[in-house]
């Protein structure tokens, strides 16, 4: 239900935006377009819906796997759905996050903002699969 609420507010925003003033000129994206998440990673990126305003995807990392390097070149807002012990890799393989050295793991189905990403890994360390919305604002 509360994705069905979520999806809704993306359409409506996209529809409202859609009916008033062109958008603004988005910024070029700072990394190379084969790192853009659904062609460097198109098996764990889905497209539900999009237009000139928004892009919303459904990102998922099946079990105990890694996702292709990738990136986001438009900020996001996350519906985290279903969520285990995972690792963030930077481009190089460097750790920038591991949810394992959290005092108290994250409950699951929880919204978080996401600034422009870089090149970018996530692991799966977990018997669950890593399912999340992506709602990116374009422009």
Same mark, same amino acid.
């Given at each position: 239900? $509360?994705?069905?609420?979520?999806?809704?507010?993306?359409? +409506?925003? %996209? #529809?409202?935006?859609?009916? !008033?003033? /062109? @958008?603004?000129?988005?910024?070029?994206?700072?990394?190379?377009?084969?790192?853009?998440?659904?062609?460097?990673?198109?098996?764990?990126?889905? $497209?539900?819906?999009?237009?000139?305003?928004?892009?919303? +995807?459904? %990102? #998922?990392?099946?079990?105990? !796997?890694? /996702? @292709?390097?990738?990136?986001?070149?438009?900020?996001?807002?996350?519906?985290?759905?279903?969520?285990?012990?995972?690792?963030?890799?930077?481009?190089?393989?460097?750790?920038?996050?591991?949810?394992?050295? +959290?005092?108290?793991?994250?409950?699951?189905?929880?919204?978080?903002?996401?600034?422009?990403?870089?090149?970018?890994?996530?692991?799966?360390?977990?018997?669950?699969?890593?399912?999340?919305?992506?709602?990116?604002?374009?422009?």
């Amino acid at each position: 239900m $509360i994705i069905v609420r979520i999806l809704a507010a993306a359409a +409506l925003l %996209a #529809t409202t935006s859609a009916n !008033s003033a /062109e @958008p603004a000129p988005s910024k070029a994206c700072p990394w190379p377009k084969e790192l853009e998440a659904m062609i460097a990673a198109p098996g764990n990126h889905k $497209i539900l819906f999009e237009n000139a305003h928004v892009r919303v +995807l459904e %990102a #998922t990392v099946a079990p105990h !796997s890694r /996702e @292709p390097i990738h990136t986001h070149c438009w900020p996001s807002t996350l519906y985290i759905q279903k969520t285990g012990r995972i690792i963030d890799r930077d481009g190089s393989g460097h750790i920038v996050f591991d949810s394992r050295k +959290l005092k108290d793991p994250p409950k699951v189905r929880f919204v978080q903002w996401m600034p422009i990403q870089g090149p970018h890994s996530i692991e799966n360390l977990d018997d669950v699969p890593l399912v999340l919305i992506r709602i990116e604002q374009k422009g």
